[in-house]
């Protein structure tokens, strides 16, 4: 990382969040495993993925995420059939501008009808009449980003969605966002490894570290959704210190990388995404772990090397 912030920032990191003014719980679920194999189709058990939503929300998340285009159509579909009609403290967050292609990769699509065309899709799925939250993936075309933005600040007025996050952007991008309307969150790549290259390859939005727009969230109070939290393999082989915190703690790497993140910024809401019921209870204890500022300091000194 390229960056470690000071050791108060991890002093008493708090429990919840507020998002369009609703306070959640600073550990959510993301709903992308709920599919089968490379987030195609149904998933082999069916009833255990919706035993998954049905558990996560008795262990106390209160922030699905999902699209769509996880399946497509399966993600939602498991979500509405597990826990409709939704529980009041519980916000489902979807995302919009992309789609899967037949050879199972993805694309943008993000054009105005297109967006609509996704913004229905969330809606029927989830059966609700207005989604809780939508973030506006950017993947790179021939769109510009501030147009695919006036669609969702459309359709916010329509009063089909209530609030509007980004996803993986620069901080220019949010900068832009703000000046036409209020952003309630942001997802972009963010775990113990690092992963500065995520926008390497787009056409329109400078490459930056992670921490820069981590940072400037923090700074806006603008809750901050890493995806791929728990990118641990390579790295914990690698790098002693997760490692040492794990075994001091008698805790996984996992946890311990999510606790990291939960440290790391008080904006910071983690969702992991699991299709087990095991993995599932591991990853929400990892809410009760504390680490000492010395030990997330050591982490990110770690991934710097």
């Not at 009041?88 to 979807?94: E, F, G, L, R």
């Amino acid at each position: 990382m390229s960056k470690t912030p000071s050791s108060s920032a991890f002093a008493h990191p708090p429990a919840t969040l507020n998002l369009g003014g609703r306070e959640v719980r600073r550990l959510g679920f993301g709903a992308m495993r709920l599919p089968g194999k490379d987030v195609w189709g149904p998933p082999e058990d069916a009833g255990n993925a919706r035993k998954v939503v049905r558990r996560a929300v008795d262990l106390g998340i209160q922030f699905i995420d999902t699209s769509w285009y996880y399946g497509p159509h399966i993600s939602n579909t498991i979500i509405a059939e597990a826990i409709h009609p939704y529980p009041a403290d519980v916000v489902i967050a979807t995302k919009l501008g992309g789609k899967r292609t037949p050879d199972k990769g993805w694309a943008p699509f993000n054009r105005p009808e297109e967006l609509r065309q996704g913004c229905e899709h969330d809606l029927r799925e989830l059966r609700v009449e207005t989604l809780d939250l939508v973030h506006l993936r950017v993947i790179p075309n021939d769109i510009p980003f501030l147009e695919t933005l006036d669609t969702l600040i459309q359709l916010q007025a329509e009063g089909k969605l209530r609030n509007i996050g980004l996803s993986n952007v620069n901080t220019a991008q949010v900068k832009s966002a703000l000046k036409r309307t209020p952003v309630v969150t942001v997802q972009n790549l963010f775990n113990v490894s690092g992963g500065s290259g995520f926008l390497a390859k787009s056409t329109h939005a400078e490459v930056e570290a992670p921490e820069k727009v981590l940072d400037f969230c923090t700074a806006k109070g603008i809750a901050y959704l890493p995806f791929f939290p728990l990118a641990v393999g390579t790295y914990a082989k690698s790098h002693g210190a997760l490692d040492a915190v794990a075994t001091r703690h008698g805790a996984s790497q996992a946890q311990v990388a999510l606790a990291w993140l939960l440290a790391r910024s008080p904006v910071m809401l983690p969702i992991p995404g699991t299709s087990s019921l095991a993995h599932l209870e591991e990853n929400c204890a990892a809410s009760s772990l504390r680490l000492t500022p010395e030990e997330v300091a050591s982490i990110a000194q770690d991934a710097r090397t």
